[in-house]
């Protein structure tokens, strides 16, 4: 669907995420496909409204789809349209998504849950510009540039025969990614204090105080929902507390567990065992692929040192 709000600032100071941003206002003003990683609720769809805001093309549309939310016997149609009476129940042409989005930007969102049938089409479209409606007699061009968004893996995706790699690899032109609100703890007043002060304009009500013995739970919190979750928590404590102050006490009682991350094993064993060797050569593949080759950042989701990586790296003979 076409998008028409305004676009909601990403906030946040941690040198990682900030990084993050000067990348996209960079590519924002070029016209090449964009891939944004990065798990739910960390701002994926912000971040594209971004890079449609200031790109050339924001006087154009945004459409947003949901391939997730895709049915399987309609998606090629609801994305490259359909003709009159090329299928039962079709009873009048329908542009479809890309024709929409002409001289404007098309955000796949949740694009490894695409169709495997669709992902040939998406590639020949990103190559030429062309596609095909459905009863169509010949195929049509429109002007789109491609902004993908998942919170899946793709480059494993891709290892385990379920995405495209020349799908992947053309999309993974410029690849970005959100981290997640556990490790940027530092952002959490920042985007309280703005979560606080829209919602308290929207509600009318006064914002709370966060007290420091709160706050340093809501730090230890592993925020498995990332900003949306804190955006929710913060609508809920403004209205049960418009004014007054937040302690310790009042989130609720999962935040006041000792030890809320806990919840279950990082890694299960399997029963037959397994290689560390393998493990830990397979991890390393897959913080490169995520990161797009950068080491450094490579090496924070691992939690090594850059030089330690770059002794694996070598210890392993792994390219990247």
């Avoid at 006087?59 to 003709?83: F, I, M, Q, T, W």
């Amino acid at each position: 669907m076409k998008e028409t709000n305004p676009v909601t600032p990403l906030i946040g100071k941690d040198p990682a995420f900030e990084a993050q941003l000067r990348a996209a206002r960079l590519v924002a003003a070029t016209d090449v496909p964009v891939l944004i990683q990065g798990e739910s609720g960390t701002g994926k769809d912000l971040l594209a409204r971004l890079l449609h805001a200031e790109s050339p093309r924001a006087s154009g549309p945004l459409v947003a789809v949901n391939c997730a939310a895709l049915p399987a016997d309609l998606a090629e149609s609801l994305l490259y349209g359909h003709r009159r009476g090329s299928f039962t129940g079709a009873d009048a042409d329908h542009a479809g998504f890309v024709r929409e989005a002409h001289g404007g930007t098309l955000l796949l969102d949740e694009i490894g849950d695409m169709p495997s049938g669709l992902q040939a089409k998406l590639l020949r479209f990103l190559e030429s510009g062309e596609f095909q409606p459905i009863g169509a007699p010949r195929a049509e061009h429109a002007d789109v540039r491609i902004l993908a968004a998942t919170n899946r893996d793709l480059a494993g995706e891709v290892a385990a025969g379920r995405f495209r790699a020349d799908l992947f690899y053309r999309l993974n032109v410029v690849p970005l990614g959100l981290p997640p609100l556990r490790e940027r703890p530092g952002d959490l007043p920042l985007l309280m204090e703005h979560f606080l002060a829209e919602l308290g304009e929207r509600h009318g009500l006064p914002a709370p105080r966060i007290g420091r013995d709160a706050l340093q739970l809501l730090r230890r919190w592993h925020w498995p929902g990332n900003v949306r979750e804190l955006r929710n928590l913060c609508e809920r404590l403004l209205i049960l507390f418009p004014g007054g102050r937040v302690g310790a006490g009042n989130l609720p009682p999962e935040m006041r567990s000792p030890q809320p991350a806990q919840v279950r094993p990082l890694l299960e064993l399997p029963g037959e065992g397994l290689s560390l060797r393998e493990l830990e050569v397979e991890l390393i593949r897959q913080a490169l692929a995520r990161t797009g080759g950068n080491r450094s950042r490579a090496a924070r989701l691992l939690g090594l040192t850059r030089d330690t990586l770059l002794y694996r790296l070598k210890k392993y003979a792994i390219e990247g």
